[in-house]
């Protein structure tokens, strides 16, 4: 036991280490209550059963290995068996093709994530003869460290879902199974802040340059998340797109503490990272509710498409009030946790703006404009979302019922430290307090800015005060005189069937006609020419412009290159042993020349 505590002492915590951790142990915890409940409906699948609860908690003690490790190769080993096993979580349902295709895809762009950090950090210890990561200080002092910091920051992007290294989120996240996917939005992606993060820590660069491009990757990463996320008909793939949103947010933050660490600002430096730690915490636990509600939904209904849903809030009214919640506190609306953080990043920004240079006033007014467009697009997006599903009539017949309390009482409990965090921030602040003294500059403003907080809180509280006043008076009004019940307000028009009430796509018609030019979109559809058409068919479709730009089109023009060679393989032994025979004598010629 004394050797156990020994080893235990020496682990190399800090207070980064410990607030990641404890996010982890959070959403990880809740995701395994909720796993429990979810996957009774897999039951005739034991030894798959015990393959996924397995891969669940390597993945775990893998991340938390992460956040304790000095060296860099077990930096990499750890890294490589959390992609492992969270490969094995996301293709839970092998049988089905767009899962293993999902897999294949996460499990590629994760090694892609494993060849860039590798390539950092053997810059490194290719310098100092070291992989600790101590030696990464004394790497700066020699040279200017940009090149490794940025390699390190491309590889831990990609596991973030950093525009344009997004393109996994989209199809790993509707794959897994639900309690995946809020671990892996909740929490996997944020393995990847967190080693931004950590290299800041160690690094020694021109943190105003590196600031600025991780604040523009960032804003143009929220932006495209939130823009795409509003043309998805399937829950959880427009879920997955606000995951890119709310990782655009936290980088923005870190961006902004990057600006005021190299610039000596130790206010800048404070509210940057402070709104990058909380937003970690935020999006963690806000958008694992999400993920659950929507199993939920799944379960209740065997369709995630939000075109065939409607009126579930009356059949799950547990679900939907969650996911209400949620959905108030990623759209940043007080007096839910997700205002404090984009509160803190706001203030950094004006406060970036005030006395400075034109060019950076410039940069300045740019990202609080993203950050305003890319809140109201995410209030455009959840009330999309929320009405369609939840508010109406019901436009295919369902059996959808609430689910067991082991379902709901996890997500009850992630609510009620959103709204705690909401209305008690400065507790929070301070929790956080020894993760932000790690950075340079920071920390030296908490005081002033718990104190903020304090009147944020309090301002919250009064309006959730006054919501609950309202609500009691309305209920007691309505006790006093006799109320009647019936059907849906039919929008005016009370004849045909509930598909004639407003659609996801037609809700966002103009938004999609606005942003055209950036967004993708195809549209099949049979216009009827009688005038009682009898019947009529409309469909259309997102995909993503950059995805295609950056992915497809390079891989349809290698396939294209390969497939003038596949006269090769023509399955003819004898021309295989041919092959072989001038490869030897190739070998040998190209020796005897370089000799």
């Not at 993945?59 to 068996?81: D, Q």
């Not at 839970?92 to 767009?98: A, C, I, N, R, V």
């Not at 023009?557 to 006269?567: G, K, L």
Request: hydrophobic share 50%.
């Amino acid at each position: 036991m004394k050797a156990i505590l020994s080893s235990l002492s020496s682990i190399p915590l800090n207070g980064l280490s410990l607030w990641f951790m404890a996010i982890f142990t959070i959403v990880f915890a809740c995701g395994a209550i909720y796993g429990t409940g979810y996957m009774k409906h897999y039951s005739g699948r034991p030894l798959r059963n015990t393959l996924h609860w397995i891969s669940y908690a390597v993945a775990y003690v893998s991340m938390m290995l992460l956040c304790v490790v000095e060296n860099s190769i077990a930096f990499l080993v750890s890294w490589e068996i959390m992609a492992l096993s969270s490969f094995f979580l996301v293709i839970y349902e092998s049988e089905k093709p767009e899962t293993i295709k999902a897999g294949i895809n996460f499990f590629i762009q994760s090694h892609i994530s494993v060849v860039l950090l590798t390539a950092g950090f053997m810059m490194i210890a290719a310098k100092t003869g070291s992989y600790s990561f101590s030696a990464i200080p004394r790497y700066c002092a020699g040279s200017n460290g940009m090149a490794a910091f940025m390699l390190l920051f491309a590889g831990f992007a990609v596991k973030a879902g950093f525009v344009p290294f997004h393109t996994w989120l989209p199809y790993a996240h509707p794959a897994a199974p639900a309690h995946i996917s809020g671990v892996m939005s909740g929490v996997i992606i944020k393995i990847g802040i967190f080693g931004i993060l950590r290299m800041i820590t160690l690094f020694s660069i021109d943190f105003v340059a590196a600031g600025a491009v991780i604040l523009a990757v960032s804003a143009i990463s929220g932006l495209y998340g939130v823009m795409m996320a509003i043309l998805q008909h399937n829950l959880k793939k427009l879920l997955a797109y606000h995951s890119i949103e709310n990782i655009g947010i936290i980088g923005m933050g870190i961006g902004l503490g990057c600006i005021g660490a190299g610039n000596g600002n130790a206010a800048l430096a404070s509210l940057g990272f402070a709104g990058a730690l909380l937003h970690t915490l935020n999006h963690a636990l806000f958008k694992s509710v999400l993920f659950f509600c929507s199993g939920n939904v799944y379960h209740g209904t065997h369709t995630l498409d939000i075109e065939r849903l409607g009126g579930l809030a009356k059949k799950m009214p547990w679900t939907a009030a969650l996911f209400l919640t949620a959905s108030i506190a990623i759209c940043g609306l007080p007096p839910m946790n997700g205002f404090i953080s984009e509160f803190l990043i706001y203030s950094g920004l004006f406060g970036w703006m005030q006395g400075a240079e034109p060019g950076v006033t410039t940069g300045a007014v740019f990202s609080i404009l993203a950050l305003v467009m890319i809140g109201g697009l995410a209030i455009l997006c959840f009330t999309k979302a929320f009405g369609i599903i939840f508010l109406g009539s019901p436009r295919t017949e369902t059996e959808a019922h609430e689910m067991e309390p082991c379902r709901i009482i996890p997500l009850a409990a992630e609510a009620l430290i959103m709204l705690s965090i909401g209305i008690f921030p400065s507790f929070y602040a301070r929790l956080a307090g020894s993760a932000l003294a790690c950075f340079p500059y920071a920390g030296s403003s908490a005081l002033a800015m718990t104190a903020d907080l304090g009147h944020v809180g309090f301002a919250g509280l009064i309006l959730l005060l006054l919501a609950g006043l309202i609500y009691t008076a309305k209920s007691r009004h309505n006790t006093r005189r006799q109320v009647s019940e019936g059907p849906t307000w039919g929008c005016g028009y009370t004849e045909g069937t509930p598909r004639i009430q407003y659609t996801a796509t037609s809700f966002v018609k103009t938004y999609v006609q606005l942003f055209s030019f950036i967004l993708g979109t195809r549209k099949e559809q049979e216009i009827p020419t009688e005038i009682f058409p009898a019947s009529g068919h409309f469909e259309s479709e997102s995909y993503d412009k950059l995805e295609s730009n950056l992915i497809d089109k390079p891989l349809d023009a290698y396939r294209r290159f390969t497939d003038r060679f596949s006269f090769l393989q023509n399955g003819k032994m004898q021309f295989y042993v041919l092959y072989g025979i001038i490869f030897i004598v190739f070998t040998l010629i190209i020796s005897i020349i370089f000799r």
